[in-house]
């Protein structure tokens, strides 16, 4: 005869849910702790302590348990979501907290946050919905779905002492990586995971506006006064944060290139040295792409597409990369014959592009060709059979 369990502490902190594991195993007819170990392929010692209340047992261990004793992985997931709350990222103050809780099955949307805290609370709180995964998991599978995304950047872009609001690539990757982690354990599907994240994207812009609140009133002799003080001390150069050189005089392929570039860096809405630093560019090669006096690499192409498309919320789209791909050769074509050898790099840009059409040409001329086959199979009927 097995031994009967220890009873729980009413005052253990997770006794509320030890006694719903509990409960579940004897719906199920209450079997002994060795046949849940070679159900659920956990040792008897984990399996019996996650029924204790001492501490909350990892969603694996939740799940093993309770689909061993019959019991529903959504169901329990999100009771093992209630349970984990308390000891989890803290509570939500504010209206921020009116959104998330209860909980269910329904991703966290930060549609009331007002406030970066707020704001930041409910990533804390997807992060909590996903099944709460480490920093490198979700370092991971960010980096799976084609993003850079350090643990380092992650936690502090989660830190309950961060007072200011997250990048929009940082946050849009975060939230498709939690995404892919719950859409992984079945918790939401693909097509219910993409207006999730554009939700979020949505709201990071609404945030971001109200943080960008207008500056105080100054009254008339007080701006005098400091405008005096100023021109008597030193006059100041204008900031060149946000302003571009203006397109030169460069052949008219080198231009289009030139306009196509800037019209996508002005949806980005950041300063020119931002950017760079973010991508690790010369501030001053930088302002040459966009004045057209100098022709970028190919990868610079992919880089500004994938930040466009994502400040709007969007999957990079791939004809906007080939129209600006077929620009990008086509300035680099047109470009004067100088007396020295063209550069290896835009050479290989050039190889790597012909390369590219060869390849598009060849799958239309395939696919052509089965088609004609296909026709032709249709117009000849079935071969009756020869004699023997």
Same mark, same amino acid.
């Given at each position: 005869?097995?031994?009967?369990?220890?009873?729980?502490?009413?005052?253990? &902190?997770?006794?509320?849910?030890?006694?719903?594991? =509990?409960?579940?195993?004897?719906?199920?007819?209450?079997?002994?702790?060795?046949?849940?170990?070679? #159900?659920?392929?956990?040792?008897?010692?984990?399996?019996?302590?996650?029924?204790?209340?001492?501490?909350?047992?990892?969603?694996?261990?939740?799940?093993?348990?309770?689909?061993?004793?019959?019991?529903?992985?959504?169901?329990?997931?999100?009771?093992?979501?209630?349970?984990?709350?308390?000891?989890?990222?803290?509570?939500?103050?504010?209206?921020?907290?009116?959104?998330?809780?209860?909980? *269910?099955?329904? &991703?966290?949307?930060?549609?009331?946050? +007002?406030?970066?805290?707020?704001?930041?609370?409910?990533?804390?709180?997807?992060?909590?919905?996903?099944?709460?995964?480490?920093?490198? #998991?979700?370092?991971?599978?960010?980096?799976?779905?084609?993003? #850079?995304?350090?643990?380092?950047?992650?936690?502090?872009?989660?830190?309950?002492? $961060?007072?200011?609001?997250?990048?929009?690539?940082?946050? $849009?990757?975060?939230?498709?990586?939690?995404?892919?982690?719950?859409?992984?354990?079945?918790?939401?599907?693909?097509?219910?995971?993409?207006?999730?994240?554009?939700?979020?994207?949505?709201?990071?812009?609404?945030?971001?506006?109200?943080?960008? =609140?207008?500056?105080?009133?100054?009254?008339?002799?007080?701006? *005098?006064?400091?405008?005096?003080?100023?021109?008597?001390?030193?006059?100041?150069?204008?900031?060149?944060?946000?302003?571009?050189?203006?397109?030169?005089?460069?052949?008219?392929?080198? $231009?289009?290139?030139?306009?196509?570039?800037?019209?996508?860096?002005?949806?980005?809405?950041?300063?020119?040295?931002?950017?760079?630093? #973010?991508?690790?560019?010369?501030?001053?090669?930088?302002?040459?792409?966009?004045?057209?006096?100098?022709?970028?690499?190919?990868?610079?192409?992919?880089?500004?597409?994938?930040?466009?498309?994502?400040?709007? +919320?969007?999957?990079?789209?791939?004809?906007?990369?080939?129209?600006l791909q077929a620009l990008h050769l086509a300035a680099l074509r047109a470009r004067p014959t100088l007396p020295a050898p063209?550069?290896?790099?835009?050479?290989?840009?050039?190889?790597?592009?012909?390369?590219?059409?060869?390849?598009?040409?060849?799958?239309?001329?395939?696919?052509?060709?089965?088609?004609?086959?296909?026709?032709?199979?249709?117009?000849?009927?079935?071969?009756?059979?020869?004699?023997?």
């Open positions: 005869m097995a031994r009967p369990e220890n009873p729980i502490d009413p005052t253990a &902190p997770y006794a509320t849910f030890a006694r719903q594991l =509990r409960k579940l195993r004897q719906s199920s007819g209450s079997p002994t702790y060795t046949t849940l170990a070679r #159900r659920a392929k956990y040792s008897v010692s984990a399996l019996s302590q996650a029924a204790a209340g001492r501490k909350l047992p990892s969603l694996e261990l939740t799940l093993a348990y309770a689909t061993a004793c019959g019991g529903g992985r959504e169901h329990w997931t999100e009771q093992w979501l209630i349970a984990q709350h308390p000891a989890g990222p803290g509570p939500l103050d504010g209206p921020a907290a009116a959104e998330v809780r209860p909980w *269910s099955t329904e &991703p966290p949307v930060p549609a009331l946050a +007002g406030t970066p805290q707020e704001f930041i609370a409910c990533l804390r709180e997807l992060k909590l919905w996903a099944g709460n995964p480490s920093l490198s #998991r979700l370092e991971a599978v960010a980096f799976g779905r084609g993003f #850079r995304l350090p643990r380092s950047t992650i936690g502090d872009a989660l830190s309950r002492s $961060r007072a200011s609001l997250p990048n929009a690539f940082v946050v $849009r990757s975060l939230v498709l990586a939690c995404l892919t982690v719950a859409q992984r354990q079945s918790r939401i599907h693909a097509e219910e995971a993409r207006p999730v994240a554009e939700a979020w994207q949505e709201h990071w812009l609404r945030v971001h506006r109200n943080c960008q =609140r207008p500056p105080r009133p100054v009254s008339a002799p007080a701006a *005098s006064r400091v405008l005096a003080e100023t021109v008597q001390t030193v006059v100041l150069p204008p900031r060149q944060d946000h302003a571009l050189n203006p397109i030169g005089e460069v052949p008219h392929e080198q $231009r289009l290139l030139a306009q196509a570039l800037r019209e996508l860096f002005d949806k980005l809405g950041v300063s020119l040295r931002r950017f760079a630093a #973010r991508h690790h560019v010369n501030p001053s090669t930088l302002s040459r792409y966009l004045s057209g006096s100098r022709i970028p690499p190919r990868d610079f192409l992919r880089v500004l597409v994938r930040e466009a498309s994502l400040c709007r +919320g969007q999957e990079p789209a791939p004809e906007a990369l080939r129209r063209l550069p290896e790099a835009d050479r290989l840009d050039e190889l790597r592009q012909a390369l590219d059409d060869a390849h598009a040409q060849l799958r239309r001329s395939i696919e052509l060709e089965a088609a004609l086959k296909a026709q032709l199979r249709e117009l000849q009927g079935p071969r009756s059979p020869q004699p023997a």
